[in-house]
């Protein structure tokens, strides 16, 4: 049985798995990574395919190829992880480094565009090539998929939606220098901010942690919301309505047939119900296919994606 290794490499964890040519999983181990640079994580990947091979082993036979998705921008071509954000920036041949370090076959690629590829393969792309695919988790990234290939751009840095305006203002400065991008407002960094921002003008049972190194939680704020909490249903309103214009904008943009939403805020089903809510029907009408939550776990799609990167699918 030929099979492939996902290496999902994100902000605080490592997800290793392999998988068969279907995309079901077969075996998989989680490791904690916390904050690195690319240097050492390049280290924590090794040290934790190296305790998965020897405690977790592989099905059958080695895999024939491995696919690893990383956070920040990379050269799928060349094998190089370019950097995880402006401020850790330090490119290192990553696929070359574990191809020879395991002997296998190794392609790497960013974790949304991995996603995104997931969704290609075992997804929504098997009725649709003109789709994007959305993340809202953590941040907010897209995948585009133009007649069946997904668009890059000139440093491989396509897709970074979360740096957009949406015209909602809240008075929030982005990392990258702006005012109010969607990901301030509609991702889980974005609820945190906001629940900051409004907590001493607002009524609310939230808790809002006094360590600023601790979230707000969104199924918190989500359930408070359905009680008519005034501070969590005013943060839902205002991120979903952030979405729903970042989504129209989108359209407009690439003519998509298909949006498909992934991440662990819209996994519930709850805040694409109020997206919904907010879409202009003449902006959207092409969108045969509908404004959808991925079919794919969320917890593994980019586990998933990495796999069919190993399956040298890349477009």
């Not at 605080?12 to 995309?23: A, C, H």
């Not at 970074?160 to 220098?177: A, L, R, S, Y």
């Not at 879409?279 to 593994?300: D, E, H, S």
Request: with cysteine.
């Amino acid at each position: 049985m030929e099979t492939y290794l996902g290496v999902d490499v994100g902000g605080t964890k490592i997800l290793i798995g392999e998988l068969d040519k279907s995309g079901n999983i077969l075996r998989y181990k989680k490791y904690d990574s916390g904050f690195f640079n690319q240097q050492s994580a390049l280290e924590t990947i090794k040290a934790s395919l190296n305790d998965y091979i020897q405690s977790v082993g592989w099905v059958k036979d080695k895999p024939i190829a491995m696919g690893v998705g990383l956070i920040g921008r990379v050269d799928p071509g060349e094998g190089i992880w370019l950097q995880i954000d402006p401020k850790r920036t330090h490119p290192i041949p990553l696929a070359g480094e574990l191809e020879k370090a395991y002997g296998i076959p190794c392609f790497i690629d960013n974790d949304v565009k991995a996603a995104t590829r997931a969704e290609m393969q075992f997804g929504f792309g098997q009725i649709s090539n003109n789709f994007i695919y959305i993340n809202v988790g953590t941040g907010i990234a897209a995948g585009f998929v133009v007649n069946g290939k997904q668009i890059r751009g000139s440093h491989f840095n396509a897709g970074e939606v979360g740096h957009t305006q949406v015209g909602v203002n809240v008075g929030i400065q982005c990392g990258c220098g702006r005012m109010d991008c969607v990901e301030q407002i509609a991702s889980s960094i974005g609820f945190d901010k906001c629940a900051r921002l409004y907590e001493n003008t607002m009524e609310t049972n939230l808790h809002i942690p006094s360590d600023l190194g601790e979230r707000v939680s969104v199924n918190e704020v989500f359930d408070l919301s359905q009680k008519n909490d005034p501070l969590c249903v005013h943060l839902v309103e205002t991120s979903s309505q952030a979405l729903a214009n970042l989504i129209m904008n989108l359209v407009r943009v690439s003519d998509p047939d298909t949006v498909v939403l992934g991440g662990g805020l819209v996994a519930d089903g709850y805040l694409h119900t109020k997206v919904l809510e907010k879409l202009n029907a003449t902006t959207i009408r092409f969108v045969k296919n509908g404004i959808v939550v991925t079919k794919l776990n969320p917890v593994f799609i980019s586990l998933m994606g990495a796999a069919a990167i190993a399956m040298n699918t890349q477009n």
